[in-house]
């Protein structure tokens, strides 16, 4: 009966009086209403506080610390989410009271929790609560004018006011509940942290904090929370000098109380946060050390860098931690250390083995897990991916402190590894081939040139690379390390340039068991866009092989209808790459234009076959799956014919093979699947792709087919068809301009009448899909009208009648004014220029003028008047 009547409550102007009174007196023991109560009192003082009057919110006020008053008594404490709300509202009551009404917040809050263990509990949340209030969100809470306040000017007010006895309370909560109440300890622990980034640091790092502090480190409950707290100190920015004091002394008690042994140290948690400690004090030093080196204070400079060589060895034994976690956390001060080295003329000897011993942790850290689950990564695969990238950059940063140590270091395990690859576990022999792989990045040259140059890395890398394609490698039965020498292969490609002899090895290994046809679909598939790759970039030097490579891949070009039951090896997606490869291999070899003519007929014609037959099907089936299936078969047939057109740059290219016959066979081949009822959207989406590639490949010949098309793309057709297919006009309208004049005329009226009819259809008023289908329409439309314009074609929207005219303008105008879409207003500004600046003079259409003065001039006023307008925005200013 409660919950019911609370929930009729949420309407009514009083409820928080309502619930103020329950929430002081007690009057319900249930959770649910308890929280409703503070939700309801949240939403007063966040949204309507400035409508109460002064007893009103005197009434909140004492409601607040009644409530507090009464868990000092309650034998039992609130539920966690019940203390956690009410510490939100505390905190929200904090940031609009503080500086005006109620400046003894924090002293009313103490007077009551006296700290009794209940008390202390609420009073920790609410720090918590008010720090997020004023650091984490950064919001500022306004009531009255009067009352409107910063966060800065909250912080500044608590530091004159507060903090010194705030800090006094927390030292007073540590010492009693350090060895009897864990939770409460560390809840402080936590506050001291929030806090330390905005207080005044001596008011903390300080002997006896820092003892007690201390202390707490070898305490096995209280530890992760001190390390956090220590970690927030060490952060707090300050004097250079100062921060190298604070974080030496802190090291030399850390050190004495034996937590620099790591390896007798088996708590992984604690670990993980000790790490990240250790970082903080590292990258502190560090930032020490620039800091000084910048004022030209040589002498400290040179102290802290004494400081910072000093924990480098607690470093090394963070980042070769089997637990990838404390590893990670220790990178950021391992990346920052290799800049300081970078920076300096030359290195000690302690210095390379330091860089030596950075370099083989991040090798040995890069190896795979038995248990990384290639074949169904989740969060754990993922999450070791993205701590691999971390290492990627810190070899990076290794290639540039010392180039000629990584190169030779990265040689030696390549080699070792690879003499008895065999016998080798997968992770040892794939993390070598990576190294080799990762040296591109590494050690960057303009255009891949790794062969030529340097002599020492040239001849390293191409040693490297010899040994991988010569060794056998790529037979290795695990799929890593298959993925891994295909990339590589595919990175260094230039290679073989230098020595050819090496391309036959790697086609068969891309071509057999090891690649297209792994028994993995994840290899199969990678391998298909590699293998793309591989040919594109050998280009001349593929002739020799041309035949043999088309023979080999011919049943992987198979269509796979969806009747045949059949289990195609590559996906259609993969199998676009091998149309791709195909297309490559015949345009690029040095055959004769009959001879590729040939190759290209007989790469297609089984595709225009095949094409017949599912079309033919596809008009008489009656199951609606089987449609889809059919009609997915065609757009594949299409989308692999347009994908071989992709290794032409030109129409001259494709005419001196002697393939324009080819590809319009295969348009006459595809075109009529536009005037299939069934399964609409999915063929002429592929069809429309084919025209557009048509266009480049065949310009001018394509044009006799373009009025059937669009003739029949526009019947019965969508937003989405319509919103496609104006990408295709305009790109006709611009290559071909005048050529396609008469064209442009017929069906002009026609494309704009579908174009009004769809976005005139009524939809439903929440249907945001819909609103975005028309919204994307229309700036189609107004594209379209843009491109007729800028390609001197406005006589085509001149030519279709004084009320066609008038009305396609008064479109032009709307978008320009009416609609809140910056994109379409732009086009629509544009468009107007262009026409003033076409027909603005003596010889532009009757009534032009007058439509200039009583339209398209107001439009220019009304238009930024309007609220979603944006003025800031420079070019739609222009």
């Known amino acids: 009966q409660a919950l019911a009547y609370f929930e009729q409550l949420k309407i009514s102007q009083d409820a928080w009086q309502v619930c103020a009174e329950a929430l002081a007196q007690s009057i319900y023991s249930d959770d649910h209403i308890k929280f409703f109560c503070f939700q309801v009192l949240e939403h007063q003082i966040k949204f309507k506080y400035s409508e109460l009057t002064e007893v009103q919110q005197q009434l909140i006020r004492e409601t607040l610390i009644t409530w507090l008053q009464a868990q000092m008594l309650n034998p039992q404490p609130e539920k966690t989410f019940i203390r956690n709300k009410a510490a939100q509202v505390f905190a929200l009551l904090f940031v609009t009271e503080y500086l005006t009404k109620w400046p003894k917040f924090f002293f009313d809050i103490l007077s009551v929790v006296d700290l009794n263990p209940r008390g202390v509990d609420m009073y920790l949340r609410i720090l918590m609560a008010v720090d997020a209030e004023l650091v984490d969100r950064d919001v500022v809470h306004t009531s009255e004018a009067s009352y409107y306040c910063t966060n800065t000017l909250l912080k500044d007010t608590m530091r004159e006011q507060c903090i010194p006895s705030l800090v006094e309370s927390w030292y007073q909560i540590l010492q009693n509940y350090q060895y009897n109440n864990s939770e409460l300890t560390c809840q402080c622990l936590e506050v001291v942290g929030a806090y330390v980034s905005w207080i005044d640091l001596s008011l903390i790092a300080n002997e006896r904090f820092i003892n007690m502090l201390l202390g707490h480190m070898s305490v096995e409950v209280l530890r992760e929370e001190a390390c956090d707290c220590l970690f927030e100190i060490v952060n707090k920015g300050m004097d250079p000098i100062d921060k190298t004091k604070l974080v030496e002394s802190l090291c030399q008690v850390l050190q004495s109380a034996g937590l620099f042994s790591i390896d007798q140290e088996d708590d992984v948690d604690f670990l993980a946060r000790f790490s990240k400690l250790v970082n903080g004090m590292g990258q502190a030093l560090i930032a020490s050390w620039t800091k000084l080196i910048k004022n030209g204070d040589m002498k400290s400079a040179q102290d802290t860098l004494q400081a910072i060589e000093a924990k480098v060895s607690l470093m090394l034994q963070l980042l070769i931690h089997e637990d990838d976690d404390i590893s990670s956390n220790i990178i950021g001060f391992c990346y920052d250390y290799l800049h300081i080295l970078k920076q300096l003329s030359a290195l000690s000897d302690q210095q390379k083995a330091n860089v030596e011993a950075i370099m083989l942790a991040v090798m040995k850290k890069l190896t795979y897990d038995e248990e990384y689950n290639f074949e169904n990564e989740g969060e754990d695969e993922a999450m070791f991916v993205e701590y691999r990238k971390q290492l990627k950059l810190l070899l990076d940063r290794l290639a540039q402190v010392s180039p000629e140590l990584l190169l030779a270091s990265v040689r030696r395990v390549f080699n070792t590894t690879l003499q008895n ?458």
């Not at 080799?436 to 020492?456: I, K, N, Q």
């Not at 398209?856 to 070019?875: E, H, M, N, S, Y």
């Open 421 to 878: 690859w065999q016998t080798t576990r997968f992770m040892e022999v794939e993390v070598a081939i990576r190294l080799l792989y990762m040296l591109a990045e590494a050690l960057p040259v303009s255009h891949g040139a790794h062969f030529s140059g340097d002599v020492t890395k040239a001849t390293a890398l191409q040693d490297m690379m010899r040994t991988l394609v010569t060794s056998g490698v790529s037979a290795y039965q695990h799929t890593s390390v298959t993925l891994e020498f295909f990339e590589t292969v595919v990175r260094y490609e230039k290679f073989f340039a230098v020595e050819p002899q090496h391309i036959p090895t790697v086609l068969m290994a891309f071509l057999d068991h090891r690649g297209l046809r792994h028994t993995s679909p994840k290899v199969r598939s990678r391998t298909a866009y590699l293998f793309s790759r591989f040919v594109k970039s050998l280009n001349k030097q593929m002739n020799p092989f041309i035949e043999d490579v088309l023979n080999r891949i011919q049943d992987l070009l198979e269509l796979s209808p969806p009747e045949n039951g059949y289990q195609a090896l590559l996906s259609s997606d993969d199998q676009l790459f091998i149309y791709e490869t195909a297309g490559v291999l015949i345009v690029n070899s040095e055959y004769s234009a009959e001879r590729k003519q040939a190759l290209m007929r007989n790469l297609l014609t089984p595709l225009m076959e095949k094409f017949k037959v599912l079309l033919e099907k596809l008009m008489m089936a009656q199951d609606e799956d089987r449609q889809m299936a059919l009609a997915d078969c065609l757009n594949h047939a299409v989308g692999f014919a347009s994908r071989t057109s992709k290794a032409f740059s030109n129409k001259q290219t494709v005419k001196q093979c002697g393939c324009s016959e080819v590809y319009l066979d295969c348009l006459q081949t595809f075109l009529p699947a536009l005037s299939c009822p069934l399964q609409k959207e999915v063929l002429r989406s592929g069809v429309r792709t084919f025209l557009h590639r048509m266009i480049i490949c065949l310009e001018e010949e394509v044009l006799p087919f373009i009025p059937s098309a669009s003739e029949h793309m526009l019947k019965d057709c969508e937003a989405k068809d319509l919103q496609e297919f104006i990408p295709l006009i305009n790109q006709i309208t611009a290559k071909f301009k005048t050529q396609v004049s008469p064209f442009l005329q017929q069906m002009f009226m026609p494309l704009l009448h579908a174009i009004f009819e769809v976005l005139l259809l009524p939809a439903e008023e929440n249907d945001q899909s819909a609103a975005l289908e028309k919204q994307m329409l229309r700036r189609s439309y107004f594209a379209f009208l843009q491109t007729v314009t800028g390609s001197g074609m406005s006589e085509v929207i001149a030519n279709q009648g004084a009320e066609n005219v008038e009305r396609v303008l008064f479109t032009v105008i709307q978008g320009a004014v009416d609609y809140p879409d910056p994109i379409a207003q732009k086009t629509c500004f544009i468009i107007l220029s262009k026409l003033v600046e076409l027909w603005g003079g003596k010889d532009g259409p009757v009534g032009f003028a007058d439509f200039v003065y009583k339209h398209i001039v107001p439009a220019c006023f009304l238009a930024p008047l309007k609220q979603t307008f944006d003025l800031a925005d420079a070019q739609t200013v222009l």
